[in-house]
């Protein structure tokens, strides 16, 4: 089964600053997709990235990158120029093949991210 | 509609009663997931229906739980005899076919569910 870890509970950051939030995973499975996606106080998850396994670029999403390093097991997001908006939960995932048909995203435990002014 | 819906957005229940939670995927969307999430904590995978079938029903927590989707679209989750440690927010999520690894979710704003 696979695992995802987000080491950080809580993030301070000031306005205008980048961030980086952690993410590990483990996964037997040699195909699999990374995704991070944002909860802010309204609940809903909101998409945010996508990387797949075979693909060899960091992705990038305006604002937001993933730093993909793939012997590491590692996905963290990154954010620039944070954004008082950013201010949310943040839930690494990951999903795999195993046998067929996509397994449902397993997900991190999140990061509280507080911008603040 | 445009989104994914889910009813009631919010539910007190007595310990020990029966509850429904609709689910009502982007329209075309064949697989649709359910999860929990308890305060706090990251989402817990409950249930993945393809079309109308469930290949995946590995997370539901006890036999108190189930699910069924009708038509290929919408889905209900019941909870029999709820009990308090069943107090969380239930999320759904639909995607376009449910068979890719860069698929990605659309999810409802859930349902809190609170047992009293």
């Known amino acids: 089964a696979q695992k995802i870890t987000q080491t950080q509970p809580g993030m301070f950051v000031q306005e205008k600053e980048a961030v980086t939030l952690d993410c590990t995973y483990d996964t037997s499975d040699q195909s699999y997709g990374l995704f991070w996606y944002k909860q802010p106080s309204s609940g809903e998850m909101i998409f945010l990235i996508y990387?797949?396994?075979?693909?060899?670029q960091n992705a990038t999403e305006g604002r937001y990158s993933l730093n993909f390093q793939k012997a590491r097991k590692s996905a963290n997001l990154v954010i620039s120029a944070s954004q008082l908006g950013d201010s949310a939960m943040y839930f690494c995932?990951?999903?795999?093949?195993?046998?067929?048909?996509?397994?449902?995203?397993?997900f991190g435990k999140g990061t509280h991210l507080i911008i603040q002014p | 509609g445009a989104g994914v819906s889910q009813s009631p957005s919010n539910k007190v229940t007595e310990k020990g009663k029966d509850v429904e939670l609709r689910c009502d995927p982007i329209s075309g969307h064949t697989a649709l997931y359910w999860y929990r999430q308890s305060l706090g904590q990251g989402l817990e995978f409950l249930i993945y229906f393809q079309g109308n079938s469930a290949p995946d029903k590995s997370g539901l927590p006890s036999d108190r739980f189930s699910a069924e989707r009708t038509g290929g679209s919408v889905s209900t989750l019941t909870i029999q005899r709820t009990q308090q440690e069943d107090s969380a927010v239930y999320l759904c999520?639909?995607?376009?076919?449910?068979?890719?690894?860069?698929?990605?979710?659309?999810f409802g704003s859930g349902t809190q569910l609170s047992v009293l």
């Open positions: 995932a990951m999903t795999v093949h195993s046998g067929g048909g996509a397994d449902g995203l397993t």
């Open positions: 990387q797949g396994s075979y693909d060899e």
């Open positions: 999520a639909s995607s376009p076919h449910g068979t890719a690894t860069n698929e990605k979710l659309f």
